[in-house]
T-cell receptor, first 112, second 112 residues
Framework: DAGVIQSPRHEVTEMGQEVTLRCKPISGHNSLFWYRQTMMRGLELLIYFNNNVPIDDSGMPEDRFSAKMPNASFSTLKIQPSEPRDSAVYFC??????????FGPGTRLTVL | GENVEQHPSTLSVQEGDSAVIKCTYSDSASNYFPWYKQELGKRPQLIIDIRSNVGEKKDQRIAVTLNKTAKHFSLHITETQPEDSAVYFCAASSAAGNKLTFGGGTRVLVKP
């Protein structure tokens, strides 16, 4: 198995632009998590899905952020419009039932 | 919701010495406590975990202890090596077992 796949690995964009981050979880995993990591705030859970259904989005910073999981093998995190304070590393992780969360390699986002 | 505190934030040890990282949690219903290691520029990876029905678990040079009464758990690394240098995160899961709340991280530096 290739593990959790994220794309792009690096994204540089200008303030106001739309950003879409993509994640492919490990096949057979039924939970998917989006995290944001910064030096100031550490590792924060943004949203997670069970069986493609959003369960807890209380960590989503504001309405500019949205996440979807149209099927068991794909999820997106969208930021529109992006702001410099959104610059961070965004991790996707997947999990099979109550077990270890496997993290993807992350997307390093820079908003100028 | 769950709150996880982690100490110390940085830890410098001499190669061969032991390192201890401590975490406390707030939700007495939490029952799963993983530890992740994150090397510079890499993804967090699980190194050891413990569930609430166990007081201690060991894997080679790494051990974790759990005190549910006091709501704290600790990571012990013995005979530290330079490759142990990384940021270590503790976490606690909700009773439902899916959502992880992470501590703030401990940056461990092992000096040769």
């Amino acid at each position: 198995d290739a593990g959790v796949i994220q794309s792009p690995r690096h994204e540089v964009t200008e303030m106001g632009q739309e950003v879409t981050l993509r994640c492919k979880p490990i096949s057979g995993h039924n939970s998917l998590f989006w995290y944001r990591q910064t030096m100031m705030r550490g590792l924060e859970l943004l949203i997670y899905f069970n069986n493609n259904v959003p369960i807890d989005d209380s960590g989503m910073p504001e309405d500019r952020f949205s996440a979807k999981m149209p099927n068991a093998s794909f999820s997106t995190l969208k930021i529109q419009p992006s702001e410099p304070r959104d610059s961070a590393v965004y991790f996707c992780a997947s999990m099979a039932y109550i077990n270890e969360q496997f993290f993807g390699p992350g997307t390093r986002l820079t908003v100028l | 919701g769950e709150n996880v505190e982690q100490h110390p934030s940085t830890l410098s040890v001499q190669e061969g010495d032991s390192a201890v990282i401590k975490c406390t949690y707030s939700d007495s219903a939490s029952n799963y406590f993983p530890w992740y290691k994150q090397e510079l520029g890499k993804r967090p990876q699980l190194i050891i975990d413990i569930r609430s029905n166990v007081g201690e678990k060991k894997d080679q040079r790494i051990a974790v202890t759990l005190n549910k009464t006091a709501k704290h758990f600790s990571l012990h690394i013995t005979e530290t090596q330079p490759e142990d240098s990384a940021v270590y995160f503790c976490a606690a899961s909700s009773a439902a077992g899916n959502k992880l709340t992470f501590g703030g991280g401990t940056r461990v530096l092992v000096k040769p």
